[in-house]
């Protein structure tokens, strides 16, 4: 894959329209906020190929782009606005949930998560979903630059430790769209997960 010739492939609403189910994918979740479109945007050096959605209760869509044959990144919609209606969270609870669990393709989930406030529920609810479907789960944890050396590394160990109890299935990173750190580390889960 070549993720700076990434290109829009399609949106989709619902599971249902998703584009064909071959190849290999790699989604990206996190709260709305936790740095998602600035991820994507870095990794691909296209600044303006995801789009935050800054308006709560907007609809949210699957954004699939190829950064190969056959192969995808997906942008999947975050939450975290409290005023999202009870109604839209529970649609995006289901399509989350059936494209986590029926979608062949996906090969890895990376989960992003703001460093200062890793594994929120949005984040133990991603990862159960990943457990029972035996998917493997990356985690990022963002904005790095607002923690000082020492505390980064301490936050590292500190999530690791409590997501030990998954096993292998999950790895965990310092993340930094601003400052471009953990771009190869990142990479090279990409890449694993997109040609295996
Ligand atoms: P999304 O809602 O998950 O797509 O989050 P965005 O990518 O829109 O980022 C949310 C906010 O966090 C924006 O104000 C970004 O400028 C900021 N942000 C994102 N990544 C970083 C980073 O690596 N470092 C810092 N300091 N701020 C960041």
Avoid at 83 to 91: F, I, N, T
Wanted: proline share 4%.
């Amino acid at each position: 894959p070549v993720y700076r010739k990434a290109e829009f492939l399609t949106s989709a609403a619902k599971v249902s329209q998703c584009p064909d189910d071959n190849g290999w994918e790699v989604a990206f979740a996190g709260r709305s906020n936790a740095g998602k479109s600035s991820a994507i945007n870095s990794l691909t050096q296209n600044h303006k190929l995801a789009r935050t959605s800054k308006t709560p209760g907007r609809t949210q869509l699957i954004n699939f782009f190829t950064v190969g044959e056959q192969q995808r990144i997906v942008d999947l919609p975050g939450y975290g606005y409290a005023k999202v209606p009870q109604k839209l969270k529970q649609d995006w609870t289901k399509q989350m949930e059936a494209y986590l669990q029926q979608r062949q393709s996906l090969r890895g989930l990376v989960l992003l998560s703001d460093c200062r406030h890793p594994l929120q529920p949005f984040d133990q609810q991603m990862l159960g979903w990943a457990a029972e479907a035996d998917m493997p789960v990356h985690m990022l944890l963002t904005k790095c630059d607002k923690l000082s050396k020492g505390a980064g590394k301490q936050t590292l160990l500190k999530v690791r430790g409590q997501v030990a109890h998954l096993g292998e299935l999950v790895s965990c990173q310092l993340f930094s769209a601003l400052k471009h750190q953990g771009h190869g580390e990142l990479i090279a889960t990409l890449d694993k997960w997109l040609t295996d």
